[in-house]
């Protein structure tokens, strides 16, 4: 009988940051085996889990608090010209990124995000370049847009839009022509056995490995395939899309917009300006107020979540954003889509060898930025076993909701 394939590395996750960990590790000469699902072709009957970077268009920047995850994009974006080339792929698009708030932010939770001193010092530390804006700079240099008066703002002017779906296609093309296997399927269970680990696909396929890697973002705790839950929440977001008529009619910046009147709250998400999906139509793109009010723990609850088509009540918002903000600009058709977001308890990614032959890399709504670092970081883990970075480990080590129980250990 001819004996079993055993590969060096499963990674587990086809996302971002699990096709980044398989092309890195394949760079390293790892034999790699990568499985995750496809990308449904529908949302309205949907079962099982589902995944954030089924989308077209995410920031990418250094406008990002805390320093570390500025750090992680940052050196990720410094990849992207390379990788790009290397698959022939265009997944990264020059935008302007733009940050907009009140001058004073009362409110404490969004004074951590959108501190506009810390958003500044962040870039200077790394040595990208940032402008302050007052709000007559506002003004001053958009002057086609309308901003909410007593805000101001800071640019980054070199950032870059990333298509979440091409970045991925990219990582698992680069990966694959290195050598590494991809199987579309959900990975179920996960054992130790003598010499290494056996995963266990829905299907009912089963593969050995010396080592697994966890990159299922959002989904984790909801799958359970970790001996017990990391610190993390995960949400059911919304993402609002409304029709260009005429895309070359706008000139938007990619834009963190936090809109208060009067100490209220009217608005607090991002605006994109108009991406091309699927469909071949242009969309301008909100995602915000709605986005911590689905909390989802199973499964379950993200299968029903999706199914929902997203809350149709952020359309009002995001409306009411866009009209705001570009007063000359014509809007068509608006609808939602589903979206998971996800937020690591130390606002810092989980990359973390938790047994020895088990490695964890999650991270939430920063993961496409800063992927492909993590998945560096996550193959250097599994390749030496040992933290080399300049970043102390302990800021990016995992953390458990529950303590471990002794009948999980031989799992």
């Known amino acids: 009988m001819e ?45 099982g889990v589902w995944a954030g970077h089924y989308d077209q268009g995410r920031l990418a920047h250094v406008l990002e608090v805390p320093l570390v995850a500025s750090l992680l994009a940052n050196r990720s974006i410094r990849r992207f010209p390379a990788l790009s080339e290397s698959a022939g792929i265009e997944f990264a698009k ?10 004073i932010v009362a409110d404490p939770e969004s004074a951590e995000w959108f501190d506009r001193e810390r958003l500044v010092a962040n870039a200077a530390d790394l040595g990208v370049e940032v402008v302050r804006l007052g709000e007559a700079d506002l003004r001053q240099r958009y002057p086609h847009l309308s901003f909410e008066p007593g805000h101001v703002g800071v640019v980054q002017p070199e950032a870059f839009i990333v298509n979440p779906r091409e970045l991925t296609r990219t990582l698992l093309t680069v990966a694959t022509r290195n050598g590494a296997t991809l199987v579309r399927d959900d990975i179920v269970d996960i054992r130790r056995e003598a010499g290494g680990r056996r995963v266990t696909a829905r299907s009912g396929q089963s593969w050995r490995a010396q080592s697994v890697v966890v990159a299922t973002g959002a989904a984790t705790n909801a799958i359970g395939l970790l001996a017990r839950p990391l610190a993390m929440d995960t949400f059911g977001a919304t993402v609002v899309l409304v029709e260009a008529p005429d895309p070359d009619e706008s000139d938007l910046p990619a834009t963190m917009y936090l809109k208060i009147r009067e100490g209220r709250t009217l608005y607090g998400g991002i605006v994109m300006p108009p991406l091309r999906y699927p469909d071949g139509r242009w969309y301008f793109k909100c ?37 705001d903000l570009l007063p000359r600009q014509r809007f068509g058709p608006a609808h939602t889509r589903p979206c998971l977001v996800s937020a690591n308890h130390t606002a810092h990614p989980y990359i973390d060898q938790v047994e020895d032959d088990l490695v964890v890399a999650v991270e939430g709504e920063r993961g496409v930025m800063a992927a492909d670092e993590i998945g560096r970081l996550a193959a250097e883990l599994v390749s030496t076993g040992r ?19 002794a009948d999980s250990l031989g799992r």
Do not use: C, Y
């Open 287 to 323: 995602a915000g107020n709605s986005v911590l009010e689905t909390p989802l723990d199973t499964s379950d609850e993200i299968a029903r979540w999706v199914r929902t088509g997203g809350n149709e009540k952020d359309i009002d918002d995001a409306l009411s954003v866009l009209t």
């Open 3 to 47: 004996a079993e394939h055993e590969f060096d590395v499963v990674v587990v996750g086809a996302g971002p940051i699990g096709a980044a960990t398989a092309r890195h590790l394949t760079a390293l000469g790892a034999d790699v085996l990568v499985v995750g699902p496809d990308e449904p072709a529908r949302f309205d009957d949907h079962e």
């Open 387 to 405: 933290w080399s970075d300049s970043i102390p480990h302990d800021l990016l080590r995992a953390v458990w909701d529950v303590p471990l129980a």
């Open 94 to 103: 020059p935008t302007q990124s733009l940050a907009v708030m009140p001058e």
